[in-house]
């Protein structure tokens, strides 16, 4: 077979369409919308940018982004407070002006705002934490979080979420861990207390206040590096509205530091904390790469989703991730979101079809019935009862695999 021709960059959007197409197995926007799927206006911004890489795409307001994500399917949208109002905007006439111009594209297009959240990373006012020694960051931090509080209740919006990211230091000694923590409750203390005024003045009711952990970067150490930290910090005694408080784990973040995410969910469901969930893929013990989900562990995907599935999760389900740097900016909105969405129906269908297998079913409740020894204080017998039994755990496994790929229904393929 030759080489194919060269393709001309006239041509390029008509090829990456017609192989979309050729792909098959899309959902209709309609569909998609029957899912609490959000997309953030930072993944769709996201313009390529790195450490070590300049952007490789265009900037994107939130009028594309809104409306892009519409006509994929995507029903609802979140946002970093900055990434739609200039930081010098904040809390000012402009602010507001702009929060009116997105309630309005979000209402053309028939979008929800879910979920906003503060930039507390980026800025340089940020440099030793939104809960530095200097007090007067900390009043800033707590006028930025309260901001965005209200920020949420004018969009509609149903959940807050913070990611501590920069809450950590470089060098051993440069902060003192516990009042570092006690000044970071203090900045939670004043969102939900903004957060309680702005639902009485609304009439709404009060948002959920969700904690994201991450355990690398950008600070070399994190001081609440995991979901875990995370859970152990809302019942400290620190905060003043525990109950207002709970996580938006990410899969990634869990699975950086090695950790099974699958397990990180079952502890945070164990202490009914798991609100909110920022869905993506990657590789263990790396940085924070953001892949669409299923790309790098469906299995692992698959038996995440059987897991809230059976547990009844009903909360959003959060498209964090980063469109790769060779995607285009038409790649973007043609590509990258549309499949993202896809995997996820897919794996989330499959899981449900898992849950409900006869095989696996079978397997489980035997396993849980036992071998039926008599004397329980004899260790060899309870262990000859079910030395059998015990090999259904890989054949479980094996079902499961064979629901990802089909082979269930008989899908096999010639050697």
């Keep these: 077979m030759g080489a194919m021709k060269p393709v001309p960059p006239n041509q390029q959007q008509a090829l990456v369409d017609r192989l979309m197409k050729a792909c098959g197995g899309a959902y209709t926007p309609a569909q998609r919308r029957k899912y609490f799927l959000s997309g953030p206006q930072w993944a769709a911004a996201y313009q390529g940018q790195a450490l070590f890489h300049?952007?490789?795409?265009?900037?994107?307001g939130f009028e594309e982004v809104i409306r892009r994500y519409a006509e994929i399917g995507i029903g609802y949208w979140s946002t970093h407070d900055t990434d739609v109002i200039p930081t010098e905007a904040l809390g000012k006439d402009q602010q507001w002006e702009i929060v009116a111009r997105i309630k309005k594209t979000l209402a053309d297009h028939g979008v929800q705002c879910s979920m906003v959240t503060t930039e507390t990373f980026y800025h340089a006012v940020w440099a030793?934490?939104?809960?530095?020694?200097?007090?007067?960051?900390?009043?800033?931090?707590?006028?930025?979080?309260?901001?965005?509080?209200?920020?949420?209740?004018?969009?509609?919006?149903?959940?807050?979420?913070?990611?501590?990211?920069?809450?950590?230091?470089?060098?051993?000694?440069?902060?003192?861990?516990?009042?570092?923590?006690r000044w970071y409750a203090d900045g939670i203390n004043a969102a939900c207390e903004a957060d309680i005024e702005a639902a009485r003045q609304k009439g709404r009711p009060t948002l959920k206040h969700c904690l994201e952990a991450k355990p690398f970067e950008p600070q070399?150490?994190?001081?609440?590096?995991?979901?875990?930290?995370?859970?152990?910090?809302?019942?400290?005694?620190?905060?003043?509205?525990?109950?207002?408080?709970?996580?938006?784990?990410?899969?990634?973040?869990?699975?950086m530091w090695g950790a099974a995410p699958r397990a990180a969910l079952a502890r945070v469901l164990l202490a009914g904390k798991l609100w909110h969930f920022d869905i993506n893929d990657g590789y263990r013990l790396k940085h924070d790469v953001d892949i669409g989900i299923?790309?790098?562990?469906?299995?692992?995907?698959?038996?995440?989703?059987?897991?809230?599935?059976?547990?009844?999760?009903?909360?959003?389900?959060?498209?964090?991730?980063?469109?790769?740097?060779?995607?285009?900016?038409?790649?973007?909105?043609a590509v990258s979101f549309p499949t993202a969405v896809d995997r996820f129906i897919t794996l989330w269908e499959m899981a449900g079809e898992v849950a409900a297998d006869p095989v696996i079913q079978e397997a489980t409740e035997a396993l849980k019935a036992g071998g039926g020894a008599t004397d329980t204080t004899?260790?060899?017998?309870?262990?000859?009862?079910?030395?059998?039994?015990?090999?259904?755990?890989?054949?479980?496994?094996?079902?499961?695999?064979?629901?990802?790929?089909?082979?269930?229904?008989?899908?096999?393929?010639?050697?």
């Design 294 to 333: 299923g790309l790098v562990n469906p299995l692992d995907w698959l038996n995440v989703l059987v897991l809230l599935r059976t547990h009844g999760y009903n909360g959003p389900f959060n498209l964090d991730y980063k469109p790769p740097r060779t995607t285009s900016n038409y790649g973007v909105f």
């Design 54 to 60: 300049a952007p490789t795409r265009s900037p994107v």
């Design 220 to 255: 070399a150490e994190i001081l609440l590096p995991t979901s875990d930290a995370m859970l152990a910090f809302i019942h400290s005694g620190l905060l003043r509205h525990p109950e207002m408080v709970g996580l938006n784990p990410e899969y990634l973040h869990e699975l």
């Design 378 to 415: 004899d260790a060899e017998a309870i262990t000859a009862a079910n030395r059998e039994l015990l090999t259904l755990h890989e054949l479980i496994a094996h079902r499961i695999f064979q629901i990802l790929v089909g082979a269930h229904r008989g899908r096999v393929y010639s050697v």
């Design 128 to 181: 030793a934490s939104p809960a530095a020694e200097a007090p007067e960051v900390r009043a800033y931090a707590a006028f930025r979080l309260a901001n965005t509080v209200r920020i949420g209740h004018e969009l509609g919006a149903q959940f807050v979420v913070y990611w501590p990211g920069s809450l950590g230091y470089y060098t051993q000694g440069a902060v003192e861990e516990t009042q570092t923590l």
